[in-house]
């Protein structure tokens, strides 16, 4: 029989329906699977209870006739930025320790509602800030992927939804949540081999998950293909009257509307994407993928995205501001940690608390944040993002005026080692380039998987579509699916 844990999200659905396995033999195997993992220190919490609960669940209704649930039998992972009701939520950071949610964030809500059971809690960057997953409070994720030159270098799993991403690419989970600010679903999809979709800015609520830079966070599903990330998706997405800047929209059938065939399709090659130093490895994993697009029956132009090269400085300027204010909620007041040196008083005690429990990263950008807001520095740095915000936006637009989709790398490079670009924090964000200019014009992007670079590490393209072209950016991202046939996997070593 074939391992349950190396079947994806539509596998496991379906067998369960079919009566192939049970919807408990499943989360079993996940289960012992994650509890031999540990030393990837992917997860943050186990929850057996929960994936058994929905599983048990699972089996009675299909036992008694019932219709079964979209996500019945399909155990997955939840970032640990989503707060999960009587499971602790940390963002994997100290100033959170402790803290047990009362309420269900919309996203898992969903996902539970939709039948699927969570195996735990998964390690990521604090609150979302970092490109490997070394800034959680928790230890580093590490890759389950090893270069093939004989060394043996831990290597990011990207970031921040790092656990996630190795969590899936080690099969210790068929798909998890992500969320993706300025690349945090795609770079680490990359990195790690797997698919990765970030939704069009409100497609998916914010209500219950911790804030990074609210004008851009987005939540999204990764998983090992793009029919399961479609899955996912359906489950994910549709409007929450507590969430402001959530679409009223209905919810598409994305799965039911994928097709590989791209006739009638225009690709956009944005020509400011090709960056001075670009491994030849990227460059011709994207020639590859162009010559896939094509293959698909779609027509590839070259298009402009003029302010392109001042997406990052905006980004940098934008997220730390909103960042800045969402965090000045951890004070120590209320939840979380607090620390009180004797004798202190209320300033001393908000002091304290932030400098033991945000890290340097938090605190780096809590820092550039006040800065870029204060009286004197407003309209010289965040008004002027502001503005480049819109402009990029404009570009896509015109973009999207002579194409349909754009075909870009996913990331500069293949994974680093650990420890290799920690002590360079500009060098870290480089990592976000190709990432970010999607996020500042919150249109649908997705990273699938075209191939391994020299060392045997993977490399992924990415697709951007029109706002709310979800369907397209999906079945862009099945094209390059088929045609690249990736099936590589790591070798279990943890």
Request: charged share 20%; hydrophobic share 45%; glycine share 10%.
């Amino acid at each position: 029989m074939t391992d349950l844990t190396d079947l994806g999200v539509a596998a496991i659905r379906d067998g369960v329906r079919a009566g192939s396995f049970s919807a408990r033999d499943v989360a079993e195997a996940f289960v012992a699977k994650v509890s031999a993992a540990k030393a990837l220190n992917a997860f943050l919490v186990e929850t057996p209870d929960h994936a058994f609960a929905a599983a048990n669940a699972a089996d009675a209704a299909k036992a008694a006739g019932e219709t079964l649930k979209p996500l019945a039998g399909v155990p997955i992972g939840m970032k640990d930025l989503f707060c999960t009701k009587g499971v602790p939520a940390t963002a994997a950071s100290l100033i959170l320790e402790g803290f047990t949610p009362t309420y269900e964030s919309t996203v898992s809500g969903k996902l539970f509602a939709a039948g699927a059971g969570m195996l735990g809690k998964l390690n990521m960057d604090q609150f979302a800030m970092g490109s490997s997953n070394e800034t959680s409070a928790f230890g580093n994720v590490i890759s389950p992927w090893k270069r093939n030159d004989g060394g043996n270098a831990a290597l990011t799993p990207g970031g921040s939804s790092g656990g996630s991403a190795a969590a899936i690419a080690a099969r210790l989970c068929p798909g998890a949540t992500g969320t993706d600010t300025g690349g945090s679903i795609r770079q680490p999809a990359a990195f790690t081999g797997i698919a990765g979709i970030k939704p069009t800015y409100g497609r998916c609520s914010r209500w219950g998950v911790v804030a990074f830079a609210s004008s851009l966070d987005q939540a999204g599903p990764m998983a090992r293909d793009v029919r399961d990330c479609a899955i996912l998706l359906e489950a994910m997405t549709g409007f929450d009257a507590k969430d402001a800047t959530s679409l009223d929209l209905a919810v598409p059938a994305w799965e039911a509307g994928l097709s590989a065939d791209l006739r009638g399709k225009t690709i956009g090659i944005p020509k400011e994407y090709r960056v001075e130093g670009m491994p030849p490895e990227i460059d011709a994993l994207w020639q590859q993928g162009i010559a896939w697009m094509k293959d698909a029956g779609a027509e590839v132009i070259e298009v402009s995205l003029p302010h392109t090269k001042y997406a990052l400085p905006a980004y940098y300027i934008i997220a730390p501001a909103e960042a800045s204010s969402n965090l000045a909620r951890y004070d120590g007041v209320r939840y979380g940690l607090r620390d009180l040196p004797e004798g202190a008083n209320l300033q001393d005690m908000y002091a304290a608390t932030r400098a033991a429990g945000f890290g340097d990263e938090v605190k780096r950008r809590i820092m550039i944040g006040t800065y870029v807001l204060s009286a004197g520095f407003y309209d010289a740095y965040f008004t002027q993002a502001s503005k480049v915000r819109t402009l990029i936006a404009r570009d896509f637009e015109h973009a999207f005026e002579k194409c349909d989709y754009l075909l870009t790398p996913t990331a500069p490079s293949a994974a680093f080692a650990l420890g290799e670009k920690q002590a360079d924090p500009i060098a870290m964000y480089l990592n976000d380039v190709f990432t970010v200019p999607a996020s500042l014009a919150g249109l649908p992007a997705m990273s699938v998987p075209g191939g391994l670079d020299a060392q045997g590490l993977p490399l992924g393209l990415q697709i951007i579509g029109r706002p709310l072209d979800e369907q397209g950016v999906l079945n862009a991202g099945l094209a390059i699916e088929q045609r690249a046939g990736f099936v590589a996997r790591p070798e279990a070593w943890w």
